[in-house]
């Protein structure tokens, strides 16, 4: 097993620029989710997803759009980015509402 | 409200002392989850132990021991005889029961000297 893969490792953007964070796991799990880590803030949620075609908003979900049309995939697209969007983005996924969340390696985002 | 404090934002031991790792979580749920995460410099996450509002017992691996307590609403992690490669920070997390919604500390960064 891959396990949670995410692509790209890093990425630089310009203001106003659109991109998409793609997310991929094979571990068959339900749940997945965003976060994104700021320098003395820890992780804060952006949006999940509890299945294919539900999702549902985060702690901080302006300026970011899911979907979940598959099991495996939950792509975060970032619709007009802005520099207060640079952070790091990690995707995370579980068996279950009760299981441990296993992350993937996460993607650095610098918004210029 | 859901809230997870780590108030320790760094702690720099030497090599083979003992060193606890605080957590202090608010939540009005009796069912709830408990969680602690390891970021290595490489800056992956690595899961290290859950824990359900329902055990309470201590739980020990190797030189890792957690101590949930929840009069106090605390679940401290210890490291004994730190190393260098423990070197890190240390993620304090909490989910309710019914959501998926976890709650992140702000992390309590782990420098051991050689």
């Known amino acids: 097993n891959a396990g949670v893969t995410q692509t790209p490792k890093f990425q630089v953007l310009k203001t106003g620029q659109s991109m998409t964070l793609q997310c991929a796991q094979d571990m068959n799990h339900e749940y997945m989710s965003w976060y994104r880590q700021d320098p003395g803030m820890g992780l804060r949620l952006i949006h999940y997803s509890v299945g294919a075609g539900i999702t549902d908003q985060g702690e901080v979900p302006n300026g970011y759009n899911v979907s979940r049309s598959t099991t495996e995939d939950f792509p975060l697209r970032l619709l007009s980015a802005a520099p207060s969007q640079t952070s790091v983005y990690f995707c995370a996924s579980s068996y279950g509402g009760w299981d441990t969340q296993y992350f993937g390696p996460g993607t650095r985002l610098t918004v210029l | 409200a859901q809230k997870v404090t780590q108030a320790q934002t760094e702690i720099s031991v030497v090599e083979k002392e003992d060193v606890t790792l605080d957590c202090v979580y608010e939540t009005r749920d009796t069912t709830y989850y408990l969680f602690w995460y390891k970021q290595p410099p490489s800056g992956e996450l690595v899961f290290l132990i859950r824990?359900?509002?329902?055990?309470?017992q201590n739980e020990i691996s190797g030189r890792y021991s957690w101590n949930f307590q929840k009069s106090t609403s605390s679940f401290n992690f210890t490291i004994t005889a730190s190393q260098v490669v423990d070197s890190a920070v240390y993620f304090c997390a909490l989910r309710q029961s019914g959501t998926y919604k976890y709650i992140f500390g702000t992390g309590t960064r782990l420098k051991v000297l050689a």
């Open positions: 824990r359900n509002s329902f055990d309470e």
